[in-house]
Every structure is written in structure tokens, then in C-alpha cells.
């Protein structure tokens, strides 16, 4: 069934919520919806390709170099998407910062490899990098809708450089709960809604 | 032993393959990227000197010109240790009597959001405008700068950066 490759990505197999890969840059770069969008499409991009070389080539590369292999596939990749970011959309080079390059050793990515795309064949693998790719992105989309909400008083859609609406809560955007911008807060969110999803068993 | 060869061969016709098309990559969008540079310093150098025209670099500094030709001012890049990392600042110096600041913008920075980050709020930029760089200090250090409420140290990498950088470059500033 090639439609469930792609749908247990969103909530079954969510990457962030179940398979729990990936908590690097979902606690970094989780502060504001515009980083989280940005951040998602970057590694939908990634991991898709990744999953389509790997799975390509899955019966060409030897077993015990596997690792080794992946990562030179996944750095090229990443390589390609910074340098299509600084070339193109300048501004979001700069607010990803460090993280951009970082999808490199984002453990989704290598995970995806070694879990799926090395034993599947390239249009299941596809399938699965979209449906764990989107899954990640509406993870850092609620996470850093929390976070932002909380922590900056308000929210600002801004969608690759395009402002699409702003929203603050009066009064409380004064004085918002900076706590939650911090790294602690993004520890706090992601445990709570971890804590949440395991106990009610939505997810499963 | 051929199983040896095979892991060997793969993996440097991976890394081959690799390199070669990040290299046409780089290669093909080098000039894009430049660009993009050039235009967003352009911006920011026309941000401090809206009567800029065309400006030249030379060892670091910008040399501001306007349409007519007449030297207008200079423009450096600064670097403080923010509260976050770095802080980066464009710092503009009038051409005049005594090098006064024309204007300074800040760059980039990963101050805490809320209250390092008003350091790029008009209200703090605004007081460097056309200062001496003597009363480029904090209030507390005799200084004509008031700090951030909350946010000293962010406040203070700014105006040391400021300071500092400006004492640096002023004196290879060819006049």
C-alpha cells in the first residue's frame, strides 16, 4: 500500500512526536513560525532526495559502508540546498543560521535512510521522505505556534520573506512570557506535547 | 578481497560524483551569490547614506561618494560579543571635521528576544546619530548613550564595538 508510506509520516510515524529524531533543530530553530516553515521545507527537500538516491543505489553500496555512503549523499544535498538559500532567499540563510548545514547530521534524515530507503524500492521511498518530510513540518509548525504565541506575545506569518499577517495579543504582548523563546521553553513544549500525545494515544 | 575492492570503489565514486557536481553547483551560482551580497551591503551602505552614489572598498572600509563625486562619509563593519553571539554592525562616519557617527545599523544579531533585540529598534540606533565619537559610551561611563532597560550587556557590546572598531579604523581612513 504505497498511500501508507506516505500518510504514517503525518501521524503514526511522526518523526518528532513518536519517532522522536530530530529534537535538535525542533528545539532550536522552533521560535517563530517563519524559521519552523523555512526549516521544514528544507528538510522535506532533503530527505526526499536522500531517500530516492539511497533507495536508487541501495543494492550498489556495500553493507559495511553504508553510513559513510548516506552521509555523502545527504552532505551533498544540504550542501546544495545552502547554497540555493544564500543564491535565492538571502534573509532565511540568516535566520537558519548554523542549523541549515546542520540538517546534514539530522538524525530524520540519516534515520530515514537506514530505516526505509536501504531495504525499499525509490517510489516507496519517495513516499515515505514526503510523508515523514511533511509530518516534521507540521511538528515545528505547532511547536513554534506555541512558542511564538507565548513567548513574543503574538504572531507574525511570514512565509519564505512573504508577510502574510501579523496577530498580537493586546496587553500581554507588553509583557509576553520570554521564557518560552529561550531553549528552556522549547524543552518545556515539546515534553509537554510529547507527554500529551503519549497519554491520550492520539497519535497511535 | 573482491568484496575489499567493492566497498573502496563505491565509495570513492560516491565522494567523486559528489564533489564534481557541488563543484558545478558552486561554480554556476558563484556570481548569484555575489551579487546578492553586493546588493544587500549596497542597501544597507544606502540605508546611512541615502545620498549615496557609488562607494569603493578599500582594506575593509567604504568609501561613500555621492552622484557628484564628493567623498560623503565611511562606512565599516564592527563586531561586539552580544549577551546571544555575535553582533555585527555597519557603522557610518560622516566626512567632517572631527569623523563624527553619521549612523549605525545593526546587521545581525541572536540577542534575547524581546529585550537584546530592541538594539536594532530606532529608539536605541537613533542616539548615535551624528554623535562624537567621545559621547559614544554608556550613560554610565560618562557616555551620551542610554542603555537598553534589561539589556545592558547587549547595549554595551553595541557602543564597544562602536567605540572600539571606529578608534581601529579611523586611523587608516585616507582623507
Known amino acids: 500500500m504505497p498511500f501508507k508510506d506516505f500518510s504514517k509520516g503525518l501521524v503514526k510515524a511522526n518523526p518528532l512526536f513518536v519517532l522522536v529524531l530530530g529534537l535538535c533543530p525542533a528545539l532550536a530553530v522552533s521560535t517563530s513560525i517563519e524559521n519552523a516553515f523555512g526549516m521544514g521545507l528544507a528538510v522535506i527537500f532533503v530527505l526526499v532526495l536522500s531517500n530516492l538516491i539511497i533507495s536508487l543505489l541501495r543494492n550498489m553500496i556495500p553493507k559495511d559502508v553504508r553510513i559513510p555512503c548516506f552521509i555523502v549523499i545527504i552532505a551533498t544535498l544540504v550542501t546544495i540546498i545552502n547554497i540555493t538559500f544564500k543564491a535565492y532567499l538571502p534573509s532565511l540563510t540568516e535566520s537558519l543560521g548554523v542549523y541549515l548545514p546542520l540538517i546534514t547530521v539530522n538524525c530524520i534524515i540519516l534515520g530515514r535512510a537506514e530505516a526505509f530507503a536501504s531495504k525499499n524500492p525509490p517510489l516507496r521511498s519517495v513516499l515515505d521522505g514526503v510523508g515523514e518530510g511533511i509530518g516534521f513540518l507540521l511538528a515545528m509548525l505547532l511547536i513554534s505556534f506555541i512558542r511564538e504565541l507565548l513567548g513574543s506575545g503574538g504572531l507574525n506569518f511570514t512565509i519564505l520573506g512573504y508577510k502574510l499577517g501579523e496577530f498580537t495579543i493586546p496587553v500581554f504582548s507588553s509583557m509576553p512570557a520570554l521564557f518560552f523563546i529561550m531553549p528552556t521553553g522549547a524543552f518545556l513544549i515539546i515534553g509537554l506535547l510529547l507527554g500529551l500525545f503519549k497519554k491520550t494515544g492520539v497519535l497511535r | ?175
Open chain 2, 1 to 175: 578481497m573482491k568484496e575489499n575492492v567493492k566497498r573502496v570503489v563505491v565509495l570513492t565514486i560516491i565522494i567523486l560524483v559528489s564533489s564534481l557536481s557541488l563543484y558545478a553547483y558552486y561554480t554556476s551560482t558563484e556570481d548569484l551569490i555575489r551579487e546578492q551580497e553586493t546588493a544587500k551591503l549596497t542597501e544597507e551602505i544606502n540605508q546611512i547614506f541615502p545620498d549615496a552614489g557609488r562607494f569603493v572598498q578599500k582594506e575593509d572600509i567604504y568609501y561613500v561618494y555621492s552622484d557628484d563625486g564628493d567623498l560623503i562619509g565611511y562606512a565599516f563593519k564592527a563586531t561586539g560579543k552580544g549577551y546571544g553571539g555575535d553582533i555585527s554592525i555597519l557603522v557610518g562616519v560622516n566626512n567632517d571635521e572631527d569623523l563624527t557617527i553619521r549612523k549605525i545599523s545593526v546587521l545581525s544579531q541572536s540577542e534575547t528576544p524581546g529585550l537584546g533585540t530592541r538594539i536594532t529598534e530606532d529608539e536605541f540606533i537613533s542616539q548615535f546619530n551624528n554623535k562624537p565619537i567621545d559621547a559614544i559610551k554608556l550613560r554610565s561611563n560618562n557616555g551620551e548613550i542610554d542603555a537598553i532597560t534589561g539589556a545592558t550587556i547587549s547595549s554595551n557590546a553595541v557602543v564597544n564595538a562602536v567605540y572600539t572598531e571606529y578608534k581601529n579604523k579611523i586611523k587608516s581612513i585616507q582623507r
